[in-house]
């Protein structure tokens, strides 16, 4: 596996607990548990990649950009998370930031698949994604 085959497969992960989240209503148990594992996802997986797929990009000229972008979409994530946190389950407000941090997440994800993943494929040697989707992968496994 690759590290783009490993990220990929999280972001098909969140896709999924993002969707089941915004059909939840209400402060209900189910609505606590997704929003806990929506938070957790994300945050495990923004961490993990910053460490092990922007980070190695930063010194790279052609990435240097991209890498800085996607992180910033992390800390806009981050924000988002934290105003759901901030604001009550049964509240009307609630729902609309979980279809705002959907949004948000889902253009992310499209984004790091379909422009930084084609990019960063021509800057990593195919031993260097081997090893990046390991560590990623052991990252994930040890913080979720």
Do not use: C
């Not at 495990?44 to 890498?67: C, G, T, W």
């Not at 609630?94 to 990019?119: G, P, R, S």
């Amino acid at each position: 596996m690759n590290i783009f085959e490993a990220i990929r497969k999280d972001h098909d992960t969140q896709r999924d607990l993002l969707k089941k989240l915004v059909e939840t209503s209400g402060d209900t148990k189910k609505r606590d548990e997704l929003f806990k594992a929506v938070k957790n996802e994300l945050e495990v997986h923004a961490d993990a990649e910053e460490r092990h797929f922007y980070k190695p990009l930063i010194s790279n000229d052609m990435m240097q950009e991209k890498a800085r972008h996607g992180i910033a979409e992390h800390h806009e994530i981050d924000e988002l998370i934290e105003q759901l946190e901030e604001t009550d389950y049964d509240s009307s407000a609630w729902l609309k930031i979980a279809k705002d941090l959907k949004e948000k997440v889902e253009h992310h994800l499209d984004d790091e698949e379909h422009k930084f993943f084609q990019l960063a494929g021509k800057v990593f040697s195919e031993t260097k994604k081997q090893s990046l989707a390991k560590d990623y992968i052991e990252y994930m496994k040890s913080n979720i």
